[in-house]
């Protein structure tokens, strides 16, 4: 497995490629956001180390667009333990955080679970639905590829926790879940199972499923409940 150590802070990026080095992973490092994209573009890489605060791009910008075209495992680094950036973190698309000061072991421990995590994706079947391919209203879901295709041909990629997610959904079509099933069920709980989870890769599912937040016709939001995906949404399985 390939990993990519991104961070502006020379003593920080040495340690974290020392232990992986060590472990025998394949190191790469990067000082910005900007080298990082430079390797990315021309190396295969599983997993991401990523400091959020570094001059230049972020590591919540370079989250969000690696997340437009790929499921790289990625883990964000943080010198701020505050729930917001780990929402906010969530949000763009990172499986999980840590933060400063940070044990190497337990960052060395959390990425052998992600790399193992996406090797059983990479390596699963997708949920079986009797067809590949799912229709809604205004998007085709294609499960082997896990991308999201809307009326207008622009394809979104599903996420790991995305499409895992989803897989929970179409296994528990026209039920009620509640959080807390949602999360026991899917293999990737990355984060701790009292925050918002849930509600953050909801929220990005309605929108790449192109269901209205305000008015959902996929997803729906049952009050003091939980999620259903509603089965007349469903047009073709």
Same mark, same amino acid.
Request: with cysteine; hydrophobic share 40%.
């Given at each position: 497995?390939?990993?990519?150590?991104?961070?502006?802070?020379?003593?920080?990026? *040495?340690?974290?490629?020392?232990?992986? !080095?060590?472990?025998?992973?394949?190191?790469? !490092?990067?000082?910005?956001?900007?080298?990082?994209?430079?390797?990315?573009?021309? *190396?295969?890489? @599983?997993?991401?180390?990523? @400091? +959020?605060?570094?001059?230049?791009?972020?590591?919540?910008?370079?989250?969000?667009?690696?997340?437009?075209?790929?499921?790289?495992? +990625? +883990?964000?680094?943080?010198?701020?333990?505050?729930?917001?950036?780990?929402?906010?973190?969530?949000?763009?698309?990172?499986?999980?955080?840590?933060?400063?000061?940070?044990?190497?072991?337990? +960052?060395?421990?959390?990425?052998?679970?992600?790399?193992?995590?996406?090797?059983?994706?990479?390596?699963?079947?997708?949920?079986?639905?009797? $067809?590949?391919?799912?229709?809604?209203?205004?998007?085709?879901?294609?499960?082997?590829?896990? $991308?999201?295709?809307?009326?207008?041909?622009?394809?979104?990629?599903?996420?790991?926790?995305?499409?895992?997610?989803?897989?929970?959904?179409?296994?528990?079509?026209?039920?009620?879940?509640?959080?807390? $099933?949602?999360?026991?069920?899917?293999?990737?709980?990355?984060?701790?199972?009292?925050?918002?989870?849930?509600?953050?890769?909801?929220?990005?599912?309605?929108?790449?499923?192109?269901?209205?937040?305000?008015?959902?016709?996929?997803?729906?939001?049952?009050?003091?409940?939980?999620?259903?995906?509603?089965?007349?949404?469903?047009?073709?399985?």
């Amino acid at each position: 497995m390939t990993v990519l150590v991104v961070d502006d802070e020379l003593i920080t990026r *040495e340690c974290l490629c020392t232990y992986f !080095a060590e472990e025998r992973f394949r190191v790469l !490092a990067a000082a910005t956001a900007e080298e990082a994209e430079q390797i990315l573009a021309r *190396e295969t890489v @599983d997993l991401v180390l990523l @400091d +959020i605060r570094m001059p230049g791009k972020d590591g919540l910008t370079l989250t969000r667009e690696l997340r437009v075209h790929s499921e790289v495992g +990625i +883990i964000l680094i943080s010198a701020r333990q505050d729930a917001v950036d780990q929402l906010i973190g969530l949000e763009c698309g990172a499986d999980d955080y840590v933060t400063k000061p940070f044990s190497p072991r337990e +960052i060395l421990a959390r990425a052998k679970n992600l790399c193992r995590r996406v090797r059983l994706i990479r390596a699963q079947a997708p949920v079986s639905s009797g $067809q590949d391919l799912l229709r809604f209203d205004e998007c085709t879901v294609d499960l082997s590829l896990r $991308q999201v295709t809307d009326c207008d041909n622009r394809v979104s990629q599903l996420t790991g926790g995305e499409f895992q997610l989803l897989s929970v959904l179409l296994g528990n079509l026209g039920k009620t879940m509640s959080r807390d $099933q949602l999360l026991d069920q899917m293999r990737n709980r990355e984060w701790a199972p009292n925050d918002r989870t849930i509600d953050v890769l909801i929220g990005r599912l309605r929108r790449k499923l192109r269901d209205d937040p305000a008015n959902p016709r996929i997803i729906l939001t049952i009050h003091g409940v939980g999620y259903l995906l509603a089965a007349k949404a469903l047009q073709a399985r």
